[in-house]
């Protein structure tokens, strides 16, 4: 299983590349990783788990962050009542609204060992389409914080940190036509 040692540090230059795409069908190799991205994320929300491996408590993951430079995320949410758990190979931003959204609380990263102060600019709505560990295609539409989350993690697959998109002279500016999604 995953744990924080598998993790590079913020300043790797592997989470500043482009991820390569993962070819289909996966190898079983592939496959393992991307349930390991999942577990990782579980893991991390189950407090006795957590605690005894000192897993740092995440919603997402991206295999990049596991310094493995390909195109795998896993997310892993609960927002009002509804459960977002994905494992994707391969997953793609096919469109997105005009409107955008930012966290109220700012976002985090299991690879950023600080805070990080500033709203952080996304799309409101997303349609995300990827293929599933057992092959399957899938395509979600999303919004508020399993939008955000889906985009946190494809950046990560084209070496973009959310910090990249803070506004540097006004962490706290409100981004243009944008709605403020709770935590
Ligand atoms: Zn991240």
């Known amino acids: 299983?995953?744990?924080?040692?598998?993790?590079?540090?913020?300043?790797?230059?592997?989470?500043?590349?482009?991820?390569?795409?993962?070819?289909?069908?996966?190898s079983n190799e592939d496959k393992q990783l991307l349930a390991s991205l999942m577990e990782y994320v579980q893991n991390s929300q189950k407090p006795d788990i957590a605690a005894l491996y000192?897993?740092?408590?995440?919603?997402?993951?991206?295999?990049p962050q596991v310094n493995v430079s390909k195109r795998m995320i896993a997310v892993h949410l609960?927002?009002?009542?509804?459960?977002?758990?994905?494992?994707?190979f391969?997953?793609?931003l096919v469109s997105h609204s005009v409107e955008k959204a930012y966290l109220t609380s700012?976002?985090?990263?299991?690879?950023?060992?600080r805070p990080v102060s500033g709203y952080v600019p996304r799309y409101a709505r997303i349609t995300v389409a990827g293929t599933d560990l057992e092959g399957k295609p899938v395509q979600l539409r999303l919004k508020?914080?399993?939008?955000?989350?889906?985009q946190h993690e494809i950046?990560?697959?084209?070496g973009i940190m959310f910090?990249?998109?803070?506004?540097?002279?006004?962490?706290?500016?409100?981004?243009?036509n944008s709605i403020a999604v709770e935590r």
């Open 1 to 26: 299983m995953l744990t924080m040692d598998d993790f590079v540090n913020e300043d790797d230059p592997i989470l500043r590349q482009v991820a390569v795409e993962v070819p289909l069908p996966a």
């Open 54 to 63: 000192g897993l740092r408590a995440g919603i997402g993951l991206a295999a």
């Open 78 to 88: 609960k927002d009002k009542d509804q459960l977002y758990s994905y494992a994707l």
């Open 90 to 92: 391969n997953p793609k």
């Open 106 to 113: 700012g976002e985090g990263c299991l690879s950023v060992n």
């Open 144 to 150: 508020g914080i399993a939008a955000i989350c889906f």
């Open 155 to 158: 950046d990560h697959l084209n």
């Open 163 to 176: 910090y990249d998109h803070i506004n540097p002279e006004d962490p706290y500016a409100i981004p243009e």
